[in-house]
T-cell receptor
Framework: DVKVTQSSRYLVKRTGEKVFLECVQD?????MFWYRQDPGLGLRLIYF???????EKGDIPEGYSVSREKKERFSLILESASTNQTSMYLC??????????????FGQGTRLTVV | GESVGLHLPTLSVQEGDNSIINCAYS??????FIWYKQESGKGPQFIID?????DKRQGQRVTVLLNKTVKHLSLQIAATQPGDSAVYFC????????????FGIGTKLQVIP
């Protein structure tokens, strides 16, 4: 079974702090994604990566950055946390076209509260 | 950019009845569609997918229908059970690209015992 693991289920951080959200997948997937999920807005793509050290902006990258130094790990960084970044963050991974499938497999989410 | 949306935010269904969840998409370049189920406190889980060269695909108790003419897809759940209660998301992607997946806002399915 594909496993996508997010390092924390719940986080509480202060405004202005630098926050790291970590995600690890064990299926050797090339693609990894970070989404945030807010009521009434669904899942919105922040950043994605299709290879080590490669990254692409999603729909809402402002205030975020990412790091992919190893294939299995994709980190989301909030440079200076703000209260409007309070949300559920979901990491996902998928195989590229021609691989085992193109559906994304999700972690269980990190609920971040910025106070 | 792509927009994928749902017609109904909440759907209540009697246990044993069939459920139909609808979804509209706007990007004609989307050629791959996925339905996800998200239970409370968990990440979304894959249910079924369909490629644009198909108009119907069946799984176990679920069927996805795709109408490319009107850019609409639906998820049908047969004999709905309490365990089907969840939020359902449709998602679309262009499989020729980086497979960036765009999600709709979700429909909450409530199964009435």
């Amino acid at each position: 079974d594909v496993k996508v693991t997010q390092s924390s289920r719940y986080l509480v951080k202060r405004t202005g702090e630098k926050v790291f959200l970590e995600c690890v997948q064990d299926m050797d997937h090339e693609n990894m994604f970070w989404y945030r999920q807010d009521p009434g807005l669904g899942l919105r793509l922040i950043y994605f990566s299709y290879d080590v050290k490669m990254k692409e902006k999603g729909d809402i990258p402002e205030g975020y950055s990412v790091s992919r130094e190893k294939k299995e790990r994709f980190s989301l960084i909030l440079e200076s946390a703000s209260t409007n970044q309070t949300s559920m963050y979901l990491c996902a991974s998928s195989a590229p076209r021609g691989g085992i499938g193109t559906e994304a497999f999700f972690g269980q989410g990190t609920r971040l509260t910025v106070v | 950019g792509e927009s994928v949306g749902l017609h109904l935010p909440t759907l209540s269904v009697q246990e044993g009845d069939n459920s139909i969840i609808n979804c509209a998409y706007s990007n004609s370049a989307s050629d791959y569609f996925i339905w996800y189920k998200q239970e409370s406190g968990k990440g979304p889980q894959f249910i079924i997918d369909i490629r644009s060269n198909m108009d119907k695909r069946q799984g176990q108790r679920v069927t996805v229908l795709l109408n490319k003419t009107v850019k609409h897809l639906s998820l049908q759940i047969a004999a709905t059970q309490p365990g089907d209660s969840a939020v359902y998301f449709c998602a679309g992607a262009n499989s020729g690209g980086y497979q960036k997946v765009t999600f709709g806002i979700g429909t909450k399915l409530q199964v009435i015992p």
